[in-house]
């Protein structure tokens, strides 16, 4: 396709900044924590070198090492109640607290453009509270209420979660960041946000909704059903209501079972997933078209998402040029929040990004499926790398909630 892909971004920008405050309400479930952020420095870098007193911590170190090494994020997972506290004293305080996951963040990310949603939120812990976007919606007896408004209640249900942050050509002792990310920390299994009151009242409130979020399914304790069938019951509650997209955003899971069991939850139109988990699922790398074109067919879904680094691909039964807008407005999210650290309305692509001409090709697949693909505005290196997987998600459920859409 012979395009500007900046002037395709530049355009994203300004339809967003005058459509977004009109666009139809969000919902975003059913994940949400306490993020404690860590930006690595050569001397934080340098101490996460350093051999370690404690088992638990020296095996968690080298794991850690070892995906700096490989350039690679993602999340680690690590039963440890003393594990917060243990990464406070190697790195001294946090740099910042904020929200973590992904509904929260889509949410945080779709206020900053002007656009509503509502958020399942179960924990109104003070805590959980403080670092929530007080402009996000929560259900409150029966209503929507901005979330600066609400009383905290209750202790919270989950320890934070610290999050490693890297820059690419960060160096100590001859070893040298190759690929900027974020290493997730979460030191125990941790519960979904089982609203009531949100189930309830988004329930109500699909028929004339935009998108919704489903998310959360990988931080669940093995034996945990419970919460499995909730989020399940949330998704066909929303379907069954006439909520043309939903979306279910997967993550870094402990087992290949696990990830598989969250692709066949019911209700979803859309999956989405980073590069790396696309491999894990299929097994498997190679053309990531053909990988993503099994896994929809499996699914139930109409649409598979794939973000990596410099460019968002779907494999999709849909208007090639709706998903195209769908896959433009995820970056420019990404993008956005990468060049500011946080979410951001100012979408317009910063001007050193680059944009990569080694896209997977669009075209039919097969039996009815098709691919599509963009470059995503990418910044060697960014202000930030938290979140941009989650806040691609808030350009997505935008892209299918703006009054223009049918």
Request: one cysteine or more; glycine letters at 12%.
């Amino acid at each position: 396709m012979n395009v500007s892909w900046r002037d395709a971004y530049v355009a994203v920008a300004g339809r967003v900044a005058e459509q977004a405050p009109k666009a139809r309400l969000m919902f975003t479930g059913a994940s949400a924590c306490v993020d404690a952020i860590f930006h690595v420095d050569a001397e934080r870098f340098a101490q996460l070198a350093l051999p370690a007193d404690d088992r638990i911590g020296a095996e968690l170190l080298a794991r850690v090492m070892a995906r700096i090494t490989g350039g690679r994020g993602g999340e680690l997972l690590t039963r440890w109640p003393e594990g917060p506290s243990w990464v406070f004293e190697l790195l001294g305080p946090p740099d910042r607290y904020q929200v973590g996951g992904t509904g929260p963040q889509a949410s945080w990310a779709l206020a900053a453009v002007g656009a509503e949603s509502v958020l399942a939120l179960a924990d109104r812990s003070a805590e959980q509270l403080a670092v929530i976007d007080p402009r996000v919606g929560l259900c409150v007896e029966g209503a929507i209420v901005p979330a600066g408004l609400v009383e905290p209640s209750g202790t919270p249900a989950k320890l934070p979660h610290c999050i490693l942050e890297f820059t690419a050509g960060t160096s100590c002792g001859g070893v040298t960041v190759p690929r900027s990310s974020r290493i997730i920390l979460r030191f125990g299994d941790e519960p979904i946000e089982c609203d009531e009151q949100f189930l309830t009242v988004t329930s109500r409130l699909a028929p004339g909704a935009g998108a919704g979020l489903l998310s959360g399914l990988n931080t669940l304790a093995e034996d945990n059903l419970n919460e499995r069938t909730w989020l399940a019951a949330l998704g066909r509650a929303w379907s069954d209501g006439g909520l043309r997209a939903i979306h279910h955003e997967l993550a870094e899971f402990p087992s290949l079972r696990r990830l598989g069991d969250a692709v066949t939850l019911g209700g979803a139109t859309s999956l989405g997933m980073s590069l790396s988990e696309l491999f894990m699922l299929a097994g498997t790398t190679g053309d990531p078209r053909m990988l993503a074109r099994d896994i929809a067919g499996g699914s139930g879904a109409s649409r598979v998402i794939v973000h990596a680094d410099d460019w968002a691909l779907a494999v999709h039964r849909e208007d090639p040029c709706h998903t195209r807008d769908v896959l433009l407005a995820g970056n420019s999210f990404a993008a956005a929040r990468a060049r500011a650290g946080r979410p951001s309305a100012a979408l317009d692509p910063a001007p050193e990004a680059a944009y990569t001409d080694r896209l997977p090709s669009d075209g039919p697949l097969g039996d009815g499926w098709r691919a599509t693909s963009v470059p995503a505005p990418h910044l060697l290196r960014p202000a930030g790398t938290v979140g941009l997987g989650d806040t691609f998600v808030a350009g997505v459920l935008l892209a299918e909630s703006l009054p223009d859409q049918n």
